[in-house]
T-cell receptor, first 111, second 115 residues
Framework: GQQLNQSPQSMFIQEGEDVSMNCTSSSIFNTWLWYKQDPGEGPVLLIALYKAGELTSNGRLTAQFGITRKDSFLNISASIPSDVGIYFCAGQRGGAQKLVFGQGTRLTINP | DTGVSQDPRHKITKRGQNVTFRCDPISEHNRLYWYRQTLGQGPEFLTYFQNEAQLEKSRLLSDRFSAERPKGSFSTLEIQRTEQGDSAMYLC?????????????FGPGTRLTVT
C-alpha cells in the first residue's frame, strides 16, 4: 500500500495564483521526486531531490527536501492553464531501487 | 530523443485470456521497472530488471504475472488468465545504473480493460 501522504488531494485555483502542495511519510527517504501526469499518459519527471534541506527549481516549479527526510514540498508560481494535471510525489528508501508514490494532488485552474 | 515506449497503448480482453505488453526503455538505461496504476491512485511497483536480471518482485506480482527482459533491452509483461481486477494502467520506466539512478522516466502506459 501507499506509504506517502499527499496534501491536498485536490486544488481549485485561479490562473496566476501560486500553488503549494506537500508529501509526508512516517519513514525516512533518501531521494524525493515530483512527477506530473496528464490524463491517459505516464508520469513526467519534474524535479529530483537528493539531500535533506535541498531546494531545487525547474522554471516556475520549486521543490524542497524536508530536513527530517520524511517530507517534501512542491510550489508552482504564477500558475498557467497547462499546469492542470495530477502531481505525484515519489520517494526512494534505503537500498531499494523502487519508488513509492503518493496518491496525487489534482490541480484544476479556472481561467 | 527517444523516450520510453510501450505497446499497445490500449488493450481490451475478455476474462480468462492471456495478454502481453512490451516496453522499450531509453537506450542507454540499464534498469527497467514495471508499475501498475489504478484509478485515483499513484503507481505501485511490480518488478525491476538490471540488464536481463530480474532483481526484485513485489507481492502484487501474483503467479499469473511474468516479466522478462531476455537481452537486457526491451521487456515484456505477461498476464495469464486475466481477471477483472487486473484492469489498470501498466507503466514501464527506465533509469541509468550510475549517477542519477533513482530518476525513473516513464512511458505512456498500456491501459488494460478486462471485460
Amino acid at each position: 500500500g501507499q506509504q506517502l501522504n499527499q496534501s491536498p488531494q485536490s486544488m481549485f485555483i485561479q490562473e496566476g495564483e501560486d500553488v503549494s502542495m506537500n508529501c509526508t511519510s512516517s519513514s525516512i527517504f533518501n531521494t524525493w521526486l515530483w512527477y506530473k501526469q496528464d490524463p491517459g499518459e505516464g508520469p513526467v519527471l519534474l524535479i529530483a531531490l537528493y539531500k535533506a534541506g535541498e531546494l531545487t527549481s525547474n522554471g516556475r516549479l520549486t521543490a524542497q527536501f524536508g530536513i527530517t527526510r520524511k517530507d517534501s514540498f512542491l510550489n508552482i508560481s504564477a500558475s498557467i492553464p497547462s499546469d492542470v494535471g495530477i502531481y505525484f510525489c515519489a520517494g526512494q528508501r534505503g537500498g531499494a531501487q523502487k519508488l513509492v508514490f503518493g496518491q496525487g494532488t489534482r490541480l484544476t485552474i479556472n481561467p | 530523443d527517444t523516450g520510453v515506449s510501450q505497446d499497445p497503448r490500449h488493450k481490451i480482453t475478455k476474462r480468462g485470456q492471456n495478454v502481453t505488453f512490451r516496453c522499450d526503455p531509453i537506450s542507454e538505461h540499464n534498469r527497467l521497472y514495471w508499475y501498475r496504476q489504478t484509478l485515483g491512485q499513484g503507481p505501485e511497483f511490480l518488478t525491476y530488471f538490471q540488464n536481463e536480471a530480474q532483481l526484485e518482485k513485489s507481492r502484487l506480482l501474483s503467479d499469473r504475472f511474468s516479466a522478462e527482459r531476455p537481452k537486457g533491452s526491451f521487456s515484456t509483461l505477461e498476464i495469464q488468465r486475466t481477471e477483472q481486477g487486473d484492469s489498470a494502467m501498466y507503466l514501464c520506466a527506465s533509469s541509468p545504473v550510475a549517477g542519477r539512478r533513482y530518476e525513473q522516466y516513464f512511458g505512456p502506459g498500456t491501459r488494460l480493460t478486462v471485460t
